[in-house]
């Protein structure tokens, strides 16, 4: 098995590929050991030491790592847990954990424009942000304010907030006019 990694805009992820699916759909963040108690996978990844936060897409693991380690004295240890796993034949999942869409719910007179964001979040901005390592997923609209959660490599990344402001809230208020302002929101 042949592990290749990425870089990610974000200094403290990096983003693992092994070369075949990690979940069916969807995602799965992990932002501690005891959030990855439904994954095998996770598990593992945590116990190499140094990391703080796992992120399953598609076809790729993001890691997070604590800020007083470096990547030369972890990367070895992930690479290991990662093809461990592989090898084991066990799930990534375990067998209860249902994917979600990422998007929050949304009830109320706003259906109509919260169903256009998701939609476009969907089609232009998730998949962008896959390649980077990570996910936006939709977390509330009030009063024209787009609330969003960013997740693995988009979490805690330097340049989120110009993807934010530049790139997404740009997109959104472009297509949709009730739409003033993007915000982050804190898992």
């Not at 995602?27 to 501690?32: H, R, V």
């Not at 693991?61 to 990547?71: P, R, S």
Request: net charge negative; hydrophobic share 40%; aromatic share 6%.
């Amino acid at each position: 098995m042949f592990i290749q990694t990425e870089s990610t805009p974000n200094p403290a992820t990096l983003k693992f590929l092994p070369g075949q699916n990690v979940l069916e759909v969807g995602t799965a963040d992990f932002p501690s050991l005891e959030a990855a108690e439904s994954s095998p996978l996770a598990k593992r990844v945590f116990a190499a030491g140094g990391v703080t936060g796992v992120f399953f897409g598609i076809d790729f693991v993001t890691v997070t790592k604590a800020d007083d380690v470096e990547w030369d004295h972890i990367k070895p240890g992930i690479l290991g847990a990662i093809m461990e796993h592989y090898q084991s034949g066990q799930s990534v999942m375990a067998e209860d954990h249902k994917p979600a869409s990422g998007h929050a719910e949304h009830t109320g007179e706003d259906g109509e424009i919260v169903g256009q964001i998701k939609e476009l979040l969907d089609t232009r901005v998730r998949p962008a942000v896959a390649q980077d390592g990570g996910d936006i997923t939709f977390h509330g609209f009030e009063r024209g304010i787009v609330y969003l959660h960013m997740q693995g490599a988009c979490a805690g990344c330097p340049s989120s907030t110009l993807t934010l402001k530049m790139g997404i809230e740009n997109l959104l208020r472009h297509y949709i006019p009730e739409v003033v302002e993007v915000r982050p929101v804190a898992a």
